[in-house]
């Protein structure tokens, strides 16, 4: 079965740009969540989907936002973009949002913000 | 405080020596205790899992947590140079609480040496 597959694996933007990175869940799965990995902070979350609603929300800025499409396909986006928006942008599915349900994370997206 | 405080190492130790890996955290609301494994350039992958205090065994792996003193650890018996990687400790709320939202510990780099 493949498991999750993220695009593009490396991005390079400019500071002020916007970027759009996508997930592709495994199939069966309706449950995906984002996360951003630093150095400095480890993974913290950004928001969860479920049957295209967002379910909950990390701390982050409105700058960061999200969606999900009727194939269960996410998203997500990055506005304005910051120098210290600079990290790994993981996504992981599972077949619901449940505690009982193992999360599956993709190889990620690694964004340079230069 | 932070919810989570990892030891984030980095760990060095010879082949067939046993690893203690820690995680303390302090949000009563977590009841779902996980260990993830990383590689470089790769997403987490999920090792232990458990909800319960108590000791549970995998293998070469054994997650233990300590409700009371809001504790976990992961040992590895043997290990291995395959086993070097980034481990992280993740916490998840109840079945009704957070959904898939998982809180994660900065990781401790380990590497096992020949």
């Known amino acids: 079965k493949a498991g999750v597959t993220q695009t593009p694996r490396y991005l390079i933007k400019t500071r002020g740009q916007q970027v759009t990175l996508s997930c592709s869940p495994i199939s069966g799965h309706r449950s995906v969540s984002w996360y951003q990995q630093t150095p400095g902070q480890g993974l913290q979350f950004l928001f969860e989907?479920?049957?295209?609603?967002?379910?909950n929300k990390g701390n982050f800025p409105g700058r960061f936002s999200g969606r999900q499409f009727s194939n269960s396909r996410s998203e997500m986006n990055v506005s304005t973009l910051e120098l210290g928006d600079s990290a790994l942008y993981l996504c992981a599915s599972s077949l619901a949002p449940a505690a009982v349900n193992e999360q599956f994370f993709g190889p990620g997206t690694r964004l340079t913000v230069l | 405080q932070k919810e989570v405080e990892q030891d984030p190492g980095p760990l060095s130790v010879p082949e067939g020596a046993i690893v203690s890996l820690n995680c303390t955290y302090s949000?009563?609301?977590?009841?779902?205790f996980m260990w993830y494994r990383q590689y470089s350039r790769k997403g987490p992958e999920l090792l232990m899992y458990t909800y319960s205090s108590g000791n549970k065994e995998d293998g070469r792996f054994t997650a233990q947590v300590d409700k009371s003193s809001k504790y976990i650890s992961l040992f590895i018996r043997d290990s291995q140079p395959s086993d070097s990687a980034t481990y992280l400790c993740?916490?998840?709320?109840?079945?009704?609480?957070?959904?898939?939202?998982?809180?994660f510990g900065t990781g401790t780099q380990l590497k096992v040496e020949l």
């Open positions: 989907y479920f049957s295209e609603t967002q379910r």
């Open positions: 949000n009563s609301a977590f009841q779902y």
């Open positions: 993740a916490f998840q709320g109840g079945l009704t609480g957070g959904g898939n939202k998982l809180t």
